[in-house]
Every structure is written in structure tokens, then in C-alpha cells.
């Protein structure tokens, strides 16, 4: 591969695959990739996709095959203790908290057991796939617990007589309530982030990173804006602009031949809802509209 492409890494089939390519493609990246291909090669910038799974990521960019992955924060952070406990310090940087793969690890006993706060892990067996998160959760709290780590389908290993148990991730909980599991308490919060590398990258390379962390903030502010639109009377105004959710100096613009009405014009930063726009409408607005932003640079 050509020494000046960035070389991005992205799962290669997972949660994370779908809204880590449609950020990218908000970006502006146009991609080919041909079926089951490994690399997607940008036609239109210098950035070339790597498709593997989420745990290689933070490793690809340690140690320098990629310059920049996208992975979940639980899985990064994993990735730090364990390298931490083999004496290396982890040389990815994170440099964007991104707003998609949501999720938390948690504890979950099964349905009907006892839990009286995190003093009912002591003694216990626990499955998960994070072993280093969960140790450090119990070492901070003085536990001693023993610590099961799979390398999947924690969710069935109580019935399965192996683990008491479980600390594994969760974002809507129906996995684990048709695991007749409860969740008890959260060890970690999570989101997905965008990764580099600490090294000095060639000039036209940090370049290219620089324009793709403006167009990932651009892409994120525009996820929740909208442009809204309506007429007023000028003494209603101070009210109005208490409404607008998330706005800095909205347009007000003249009506012709309405010498008490204005049109304003804003963008809201977060998300218009109907209750707002009935309010708005109480508040003496008409003629409202609400549009969504397709760009936004800042
Ligand atoms: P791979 O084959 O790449 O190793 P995987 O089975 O480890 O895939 P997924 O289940 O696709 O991974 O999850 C990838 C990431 O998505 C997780 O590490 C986490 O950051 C995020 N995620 C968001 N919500 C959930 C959820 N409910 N369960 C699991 N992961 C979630
Ligand atoms: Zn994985």
C-alpha cells in the first residue's frame, strides 16, 4: 500500500461496522470494496479502510500497521490494562468521542438472586469477556472474586453451571432479560472513539487527519440540528428565543408590510420536538418549519 494513504481500521462485521461507515461516508469518503474484501480503497482521499475484528484495532494501531481505528471504548480501554499489565504503556491516542456504539459493561445476576450491592460478588464466580476491566472494577472495591473470562456467549454461563455471574455488555438489557439475567450495577460506560497513533505522521498524512476530525465534528453537530423557520411579533420575541433549544443569535429578518412581525431564522443545536414547536406556537409563532441540516462547518 502506498506509504502516503492513511490506513484506517474499522470492524469488519459487527455493531460498529455499519454507523462507522456511514460517518465516513458523511465525510465525503467514497469507498470501493469489493465483496469480502479486507481493504476498501478511497477513490477520493488518501484513506484506505482495513476491515478486521474490533479486538485487533487498538493493536493495529499500536503497533503502527494502521494510523487510525475506530473501536468501543470498552474494548480500547480493555486493551490499555492488559498491555499495562505486561509492563507497556498503550501508544494509541484517542482523538474523537464519537455518538454511536452506546453501551455499557455491566454486572447481571440471574432473575431471583440475592444482590446486595457489589459485597455480593465476594467469594463469587464471574464470566466475562473483559477480564481486566472486571479485575480492576473488583480491586477497586476490595473484592476478591473469581474472574471466568470467555470468549463469548457469557450470557448463558450461569445456567450453564460455570459462572454465578455475568459482566458483559449491555445497551437495551432484552438480551440479557432473555437470558433471565438482572443487571445490577455498571463497571463501565461506553461509546465508540477514533483512535491514532502517537507518531509524527508525514506532513500531506497529519494534513489529511486534521480535514477528517473537522468533517467527523461537522457530521456529529449536524446529527441533532435543524434548521427552524417562523414568523413572530416582535414583543413576543424575547420568549421565543427562551424556547429555541440550543441556539446562539438567531436571524431576525423584516416582514413586509408587518411593522410588529419578523421572521426569525435559527439552528438549533439539539433536537426540535413537537412539544417545543407548540410552545413556540403559544408563545405567539406561525408559519413554523423545521428542516435538517445536511452540512455544517464550523
Ligand atoms: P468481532 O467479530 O469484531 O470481534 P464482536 O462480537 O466482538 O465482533 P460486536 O457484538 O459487534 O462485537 O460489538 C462490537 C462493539 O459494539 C462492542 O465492543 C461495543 O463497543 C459496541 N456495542 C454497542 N452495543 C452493544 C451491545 N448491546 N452488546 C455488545 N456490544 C455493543
Ligand atoms: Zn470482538
Avoid at 85 to 112: E, M, Y
Avoid at 194 to 222: C, F, H, N, S, Y
Avoid at 254 to 283: I, M, Q, Y
Wanted: proline share 4%.
Amino acid at each position: 500500500m502506498d506509504e502516503l494513504r492513511l490506513k484506517l481500521a474499522v470492524q469488519k462485521s459487527g455493531r460498529l461496522t455499519d454507523p462507522s461507515l456511514d460517518v465516513l461516508v458523511r465525510c465525503g469518503l467514497k469507498l470501493s470494496r469489493g465483496k469480502d474484501q479486507l481493504v476498501g480503497y478511497g477513490e477520493n482521499m488518501p484513506l484506505d479502510v482495513l476491515f478486521v475484528r474490533d479486538d485487533d484495532i487498538p493493536d493495529l494501531v499500536q503497533e503502527d500497521v494502521c494510523d487510525l481505528g475506530l473501536v468501543g471504548l470498552n474494548v480500547l480501554e480493555e486493551k490499555r490494562l492488559e498491555l499495562a499489565s505486561r509492563g507497556h504503556a498503550a501508544r494509541f491516542q484517542t482523538v474523537r468521542n464519537l455518538d454511536f456504539g452506546r453501551c455499557r459493561l455491566s454486572i447481571a445476576v440471574p432473575q431471583g438472586a440475592s444482590w446486595e450491592g457489589a459485597a455480593s460478588l465476594s467469594g463469587r464466580r464471574i464470566a466475562t469477556t473483559y477480564p481486566f476491566l472486571l479485575e480492576r472494577y473488583l480491586g477497586e472495591r476490595n473484592i476478591k472474586a473469581q474472574v471466568v473470562t470467555l470468549s463469548g456467549a457469557v450470557e448463558i454461563a450461569p445456567r450453564l453451571g460455570r459462572a454465578d455471574f455475568v459482566c458483559d455488555l449491555v445497551s437495551t438489557g432484552s438480551t440479557l432479560s432473555a437470558n433471565h439475567l438482572r443487571e445490577v450495577e455498571t463497571v463501565m460506560e461506553s461509546h465508540a472513539v477514533l483512535i491514532r497513533t502517537p507518531l509524527k505522521l508525514a506532513p500531506e498524512k497529519d494534513a489529511w487527519v486534521e480535514r477528517l476530525l473537522m468533517r467527523i465534528d461537522g457530521v456529529q453537530a449536524v446529527r441533532e440540528s435543524k434548521y427552524i423557520m417562523l414568523h413572530a411579533p416582535r414583543s413576543a420575541l424575547a420568549e421565543i428565543r427562551r424556547l429555541l433549544p440550543g441556539t446562539e443569535s438567531p436571524t431576525i429578518i423584516p416582514l413586509d408590510g408587518a411593522a410588529d412581525r419578523v421572521a426569525v431564522h435559527a439552528v438549533c443545536r439539539e433536537n426540535v420536538f413537537w412539544e417545543t414547536l407548540e410552545s413556540l406556537k403559544k408563545a405567539g409563532a406561525s408559519a413554523l418549519l423545521v428542516l435538517p441540516v445536511e452540512k455544517m462547518l464550523t
